[in-house]
T-cell receptor
């Protein structure tokens, strides 16, 4: 009963490098989300996917891209990392009629 | 624009000392208000969803209440294991993506 699995747990990047954060859920949820969490700012939505094959921008999408590979997997890509993208990234999923999210354990990303 | 403000930012209690956390919100039309608990280094864990003013929900030492402008999380006779950050979030009816808007949280520390 894994829930939402995120990889990697920690990552250090140099400015300008690219990387993909992976997220997979095993609950057959339709909706998946990527949030970032910064001190004093709460969780902010980056991108979401209401169902397989659809994605949409959230509050802070600049500098990121996403792919909903299938119903289980939703990845977040940083094409050219910047220090402002240093943050903790959380993936979450929910069923359309169940508004509670299930979160992963997060990826702590540092861009130097 | 939906907004969520939580107070206090931090709260230190003695074991057994009851208190309340506040979540004030503005939203065009409230579909649901959510409470989450987050332990250090982990993702938020779902606690409650409240849908309409006057609604109350309880779980062990926690009780959440909702009015038209705010929600309270009452903690009765807390124990050290209740120490965590408590997050409040709202979902609006006109948000087709079902994304949540989060507050920045209240860090609760319960001392033995």
């Amino acid at each position: 009963n894994a829930g939402v699995t995120q990889t990697p747990k920690f990552q250090v990047l140099k400015t300008g490098q690219s990387m993909t954060l992976q997220c997979a859920q095993d609950m057959n949820h339709n909706s998946m989300y990527w949030y970032r969490q910064d001190p004093g700012m709460g969780l902010r939505l980056i991108y979401y996917s209401a169902s397989e094959g659809t994605t949409d921008k959230g509050e802070v999408p600049n500098g990121y891209n996403v792919s909903r590979l299938n119903k289980r997997e939703f990845s977040l890509r940083l094409e050219s990392a910047a220090p402002s993208q240093t943050s903790v990234y959380f993936c979450a999923s929910s069923e359309n009629r169940d508004y509670g999210y299930t979160f992963g354990s997060g990826t702590r990303l540092t861009v130097v | 624009e939906d907004q969520v403000t939580q107070s206090p930012e931090a709260l230190r209690l003695q074991e057994g000392e009851s208190s309340s956390l506040n979540c004030s919100y503005t939203v065009s039309g409230l579909r649901g208000l959510f409470w989450y608990r987050q332990d250090p280094g982990k993702g938020p864990e779902f606690l409650f969803t409240l849908y309409s003013a006057g609604e109350e929900k309880e779980k062990e030492r926690l009780k959440a209440t909702l009015t038209k402008k705010e929600s309270f999380l009452h903690i009765t006779a807390p124990k050290p294991e209740d120490s965590a950050t408590y997050l409040c979030a709202v979902q609006a009816f006109d948000t087709g993506r079902r994304a949540l808007t989060f507050g920045s949280g209240t860090r609760l520390q319960v001392q033995p």
